[in-house]
C-alpha cells in the first residue's frame, strides 16, 4: 500500500486494553442506582461511542438524569480498575516505537483519562503531545471531526491518513472522514464476529495482532 503520512490511533482497544474494565465499571455504577445491565451489553452498545451518547442512551432508555455525582464514581472505579489490571495490547509498545510514520492519538475518551492511561501503561511519551479528544471537537464517532480535527492538527491531509480503529462508529467515523481505515480486533473484548463485523462495515483489512499490522505496512 500506498506509505501514510499519518497513522491515527484509537486508545481503548488498540493501544490499551481496556474496554472490559471501563465497561464494567459502567455496569457496576449503574447497578448502585437500581440498573441493571451486562458488561456484553453495555461493550456491544457503547464501545466507540463518545460518552454523551452513551449519557443520552442510558438517560433515554431508563428516564433517569445521570448527575455528575455518578460520572465522578464511575472514574473512580475505572481508575481502581485500571490500577489493579489494565495493560497495553499484547505489541503495542513494540509496534509505535519502532513506527517509522508520524503518528497521534484521537479518542472519544476525555483528556484527562486518556493521558492517565496511556502514561500508566508506558506509551504516552510515544505519543505527547499529540493526543486529540471528542472532547476537542462538535460531535465525536461516528461523526468524523475528531479524525479531521486530529489531521489537520498534524498538517497532515485526509486522504494521506490510516486510522487503526476497533469499533464499527470508529471505521464509520474514518471513511466518513475520507480515510483508509484498518480493523483491529486483538482486545481482550473482541469476540468471534468481531473482526468479520469491522470488514463488512468498511474496514479495509482487519488484523489480530500488531506484529501483522507492521509487515503489511512493510516495514517490518
Known amino acids: 500500500m500506498t506509505p501514510p503520512d499519518l497513522i491515527i ?11 472490559i474494565l471501563v465497561h464494567q465499571a459502567l455496569v457496576d455504577t449503574l447497578q448502585e442506582y437500581g440498573i441493571q445491565m451486562s458488561c456484553e451489553e453495555a461493550l456491544r452498545r457503547y464501545v466507540g461511542f463518545p460518552s454523551d451518547y452513551e449519557k443520552r442512551d442510558i438517560e433515554a432508555r431508563y428516564h433517569i438524569t445521570l448527575s455528575e455525582k455518578f460520572f465522578e464514581k ?35 475518551s476525555s483528556l484527562k483519562r486518556l493521558n492517565h492511561c496511556l502514561e500508566l501503561v508506558g506509551l504516552w511519551n510515544y505519543f505527547v503531545p499529540n493526543v486529540f479528544s471528542s472532547e476537542q471537537v462538535k460531535n465525536g464517532k461516528p461523526a468524523p471531526d475528531l479524525f479531521l480535527f486530529a489531521a489537520k492538527q498534524m498538517g497532515a491531509e485526509a486522504a494521506s491518513c490510516l486510522v487503526i480503529e476497533d469499533s464499527i462508529a470508529g471505521v464509520h467515523a474514518a471513511k466518513a472522514a475520507n480515510m483508509r481505515v484498518f480493523g483491529f480486533a486483538g482486545g481482550s473484548h473482541c469476540g468471534p464476529e468481531h473482526a ?25
Not at 490511533?9 to 474496554?19: K, P, Q
Not at 472505579?77 to 497521534?104: H, Q, S
Open 9 to 19: 490511533f484509537d486508545c481503548d482497544g488498540v493501544l490499551i486494553d481496556s474496554e
Open 74 to 108: 464511575r472514574y473512580d472505579r475505572v481508575t481502581d480498575l485500571y490500577k489493579k489490571g489494565l495493560n497495553p495490547i499484547l505489541g503495542a509498545p513494540e509496534f509505535v516505537k519502532a513506527l517509522p510514520f508520524k503518528k497521534c492519538v484521537a479518542s472519544g
Open 196 to 220: 468479520k463485523n469491522l470488514q463488512a462495515e468498511g474496514a479495509e483489512k482487519v488484523f489480530v495482532k500488531m506484529d501483522d499490522i507492521a509487515e503489511f505496512l512493510s516495514y517490518k
